[in-house]
C-alpha cells in the first residue's frame, strides 16, 4: 500500500475497525474505507502491514516527531509493571518509539533502562530529547537480533512492538526470533510484559511456545480512549488491551 493512501483517509474514529483490519492483513480498501476516531498511528500501523516495509516508520518519525503512546500511556500499566518489576531491574524497551513509556517509568524510580528501536530517526531524536537522563539508553537495534550477551536484563518491555512484526511479511517466523532473542538476554525469573490489542487465541501460540518454556499469563486494560462507564464487560475485546506477563521460568505472578 503506498502511504498516499493512507494520508487521505480520514483521521476522526474507529480504531477498532482498523485494528481488526491490521490484525486480518487488510487489503487497501479495508483501511481506507475506515473513519478514523484520534489515531493517525494505528493508519500508520495498517500501512506498515500493507507495505512490510520497516523504513516506514523512518518516515512515520521524520514527519510526526512528537511523543506519542500506542494503547496506553504508563499511567494504564503502571500497577501491573510494578507487580512484575522492580525499581533496580535492568529494564530493556522493545522498539520504543517516541513513547514517553520510558521517561515516566524513570520519573517513577526506576533507574536503568535500555531503549532499541529499528528506527534510526526516532532513536536520533530520543537521544537529543533525552540527553540530560544518563539511566535512559537508546540505541538503535533489530529487536529480533539483539545485541546483548545472554541473561543481562531483568525485564523487557513491548507496547506495540511484537503486534507490528505481527504484520509485515514472515510475520510467524519474526515474532519467534524476536521472542528467541527476548528469552535469550533475559535472566532466570525475568520477566517479558507485552502490551498489545492482540486477543489470546492470536498472540498465546506463539508466547507459550517450548522454545522459550515461559510462564504466561493474560491481563486486560481498558481502552483509555473509552470512558469507563462505558465498558460493561472487560471480556468484550473491542474495549481492552491486553497485556501478556511472561516469565521466564517459576509463575508469571512473582515478581514485584
Ligand atoms: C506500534 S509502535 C510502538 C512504539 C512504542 N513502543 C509505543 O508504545 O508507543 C512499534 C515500534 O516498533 C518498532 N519496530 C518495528 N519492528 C522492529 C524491530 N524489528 N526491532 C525493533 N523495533 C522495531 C517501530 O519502529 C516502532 O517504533
Not at 27 to 56: F, H, I, M, N, W
Not at 129 to 150: F, G, I, S, T
Not at 178 to 187: A, F, I, Y
Not at 229 to 253: M, Q, W
Request: proline share 4%.
Amino acid at each position: 500500500m503506498d502511504k498516499g493512501a493512507i494520508e487521505g483517509v480520514g483521521v476522526k474514529d474507529d480504531i477498532t475497525r482498523v485494528e481488526q483490519a491490521v490484525n486480518n492483513r487488510a487489503t487497501k480498501e479495508d483501511v481506507v474505507g475506515v473513519k478514523t476516531r484520534q489515531d493517525k498511528l494505528t493508519l500508520a500501523a495498517a500501512a506498515l502491514c500493507l507495505s512490510g516495509k520497516v523504513s516506514y516508520w523512518d518516515d512515520r518519525y521524520t514527519k510526526d516527531p512528537e511523543p506519542f503512546d500506542w494503547y496506553q500511556r504508563y499511567s494504564g500499566i503502571k500497577d501491573l509493571v510494578a507487580a512484575q518489576m522492580k525499581h533496580e531491574d535492568n529494564v530493556l524497551m522493545l522498539g520504543c518509539g517516541n513513547s514517553r513509556l520510558s521517561e515516566d517509568m524513570l520519573e517513577d524510580g526506576f533507574t536503568s533502562i535500555t531503549n532499541i528501536d529499528i528506527s534510526r530517526v526516532v532513536i536520533d531524536q530520543m537521544i537529543e530529547r533525552h540527553k540530560d537522563k544518563p539511566a535512559l539508553v537508546w540505541q538503535r537495534m533489530n529487536a529480533m537480533a539483539l545485541e546483548y550477551p545472554d541473561e543481562s536484563f531483568d525485564a523487557a518491555v513491548d507496547k506495540g512492538t511484537l503486534d507490528s512484526l505481527m504484520c509485515g511479511e514472515g510475520a510467524s517466523a519474526n515474532v519467534a526470533k524476536m521472542c528467541m532473542e527476548v528469552s535469550r538476554v533475559l535472566k532466570p525469573n525475568g520477566v517479558y510484559l507485552v502490551i498489545s490489542y492482540g486477543a489470546p487465541d492470536s498472540r498465546l501460540k506463539y508466547l507459550q511456545s517450548d522454545d522459550y518454556s515461559w510462564t504466561v499469563s493474560v491481563a486486560t486494560l481498558p481502552k483509555p480512549a473509552i470512558s469507563a462507564a462505558a465498558i460493561p464487560d472487560t471480556k468484550d475485546a473491542s474495549a481492552v488491551h491486553y497485556v501478556y506477563l511472561c516469565r521466564k521460568g517459576g509463575t508469571a505472578e512473582e515478581g514485584g
